[in-house]
């Protein structure tokens, strides 16, 4: 089985260095059913591609292992010596081990940089189709090329394999691209080759860290990676639910009714919702998404507003979505009324093709709630895949913090932030994502003015039409 791994970043023979693997030479390893190869079919400075083959030792396989057919050739003949599946996942853990910890000695900060990586895996078992497959890695942010492979090219009668031939494309940590990697294989193929206890939990929870928590597939994911075993599965999606605190309703409501004091004085929510609003009017918006609805309060005050033909919210949690139902009373909506609304559940950091097709976008305050680490795959989402004519984000400004009386220096507005950023660095980061996806971006204060501090609220109109006008 064969894994190619590409990067066009310059100087590319720095993968070399993120692999721990020189590429002038060939380095092999002795594994517990075979050997694993590591070489470098181009190493220039414009292209490198480490490759890892794995020779699988079919006798090995069964050498000791008591077998019904235990005396015929059939224990021989199997397709583990040719497909990538948890063989493939244990070379990675074992061969690229650092760089799957996300470590590099010698380029320490590469390490923690997205890069652009090209992936291709011979023959992989797709049990579910290119479908499954689609779902798995589309999600991620992966541009996904896959041609299903003949039983026998040499009689088209038999029909198609099981097994595809897939190329990955994305902009990405190598870190992440290896954990995804390590865990999907092994999903896609429906099997393992060893057996699967309590400490494959832990291994999914480690390796799922930061993307499997809010994956659409996450179920499926769990359920297939831990061999069907239910009790299995159900402890690690619990875990994972509790520790990426994907139900926002029920993860710190101290920390919420803590925000909301501090911010209660200034009546500042109002200001902002009426701010996001008025910056829609602006742009002549009539149908939008807000991304991170929360409990709906942007949305019925958008639904008050006639100039708004179509309102849609998404949250990750399905609690707090039902909440917003409430909220906004949908079971008494006269049916126009409730035609213009729509709510679904679907995470902000994964592509969806549901997010397009939008005049505007919103985010408010939520990319404070995103680790820093998955920003980029958001702005991905939003700017580059969804891309609405307008997107409308709030922050708040760290430097206000100060004035909240009831929020100890150094403290978040909210146990669930992440981070909180200064006018500078909101700036600096809205000027760079404007460039980046060719967006117009105008940074504005919402709330009471301080002359030192500037206003509690930070608020980016993000346009395309106003970097058309400018370029024109």
């Not at 057919?69 to 497909?83: E, H, K, L």
């Not at 061969?95 to 090209?118: D, I, N, Q, T």
Request: aromatic content about 8%; glycine content about 8%.
């Amino acid at each position: 089985m064969l894994l190619t791994i590409t990067t066009t970043h310059v100087p590319a023979t720095d993968l070399g260095y993120l692999l721990a693997k020189n590429p002038s030479k060939l380095q092999t390893f002795s594994l517990a059913y075979g050997r694993a190869h590591v070489f470098y079919p181009v190493a220039t400075n414009e292209r490198c591609t480490a490759a890892l083959l794995l020779e699988i030792d079919p006798i090995g396989l069964v050498r000791g292992r008591p077998r019904a057919d235990a005396g015929t050739m059939d224990q021989y003949v199997s397709d583990r010596p040719y497909v990538c599946s948890s063989f493939l996942s244990v070379a990675i853990a074992q061969v690229f081990g650092s760089a799957l910890a996300g470590r590099s000695r010698e380029r320490p900060e590469l390490a923690e940089s997205a890069l652009p990586l090209e992936v291709a895996l011979s023959a992989l078992p797709c049990r579910g189709g290119e479908g499954f497959l689609r779902r798995l890695f589309e999600p991620l942010g992966y541009e996904l090329h896959a041609s299903r492979l003949p039983l026998d090219p040499e009689f088209p009668e038999w029909g198609d394999s099981p097994y595809f031939d897939v190329r990955l494309s994305a902009r990405v940590r190598l870190q992440d691209l290896l954990s995804h990697l390590y865990v999907l294989i092994p999903v896609l193929d429906d099997d393992k080759h060893y057996w699967v206890g309590e400490d494959e939990v832990e291994k999914l929870l480690a390796k799922g860290e930061g993307w499997l928590a809010s994956h659409p597939e996450k179920d499926p994911i769990a359920h297939r990676y831990l061999k069907h075993r239910k009790y299995l599965a159900r402890r690690a999606l619990d875990q994972l639910l509790g520790e990426e605190g994907s139900d926002p309703a029920e993860a710190d409501e101290h920390g919420a009714l803590v925000e909301e004091a501090g911010e209660q004085k200034l009546s500042l929510n109002d200001l902002r919702l009426e701010a996001v609003a008025g910056s829609l009017r602006e742009a002549g918006a009539s149908t939008v998404i807000d991304l991170g609805c929360g409990e709906g309060k942007l949305l019925g005050r958008l639904l008050r507003d006639k100039a708004f033909t179509r309102v849609v919210g998404v949250d990750v949690s399905p609690r707090v979505l039902a909440i917003a139902e409430a909220r906004l009373h949908t079971d008494q909506m006269a049916p126009k009324q409730r035609q213009r609304l729509g709510l679904f559940q679907g995470a902000l950091t994964y592509r969806d093709k549901r997010f397009a097709g939008y005049d505007a976008a919103t985010l408010i305050e939520v990319i404070e709630h995103v680790e820093p680490s998955r920003l980029g795959a958001l702005e991905r989402v939003v700017f580059e895949f969804a891309r609405p004519g307008t997107v409308v984000v709030t922050t708040p400004n760290a430097e206000y913090n100060v004035k909240f009386e009831n929020l100890p220096a150094g403290k978040f507005r909210h146990a669930d932030h992440r981070f909180e950023w200064t006018r500078a660095q909101f700036l600096d980061w809205a000027v760079e994502v404007a460039a980046r996806f060719g967006y117009g971006v105008r940074v504005l204060p919402v709330g009471e003015l301080d002359a030192e501090l500037g206003a509690p609220t930070q608020l980016a109109v993000f346009s395309l039409a106003a970097r058309q006008a400018a370029a024109s």
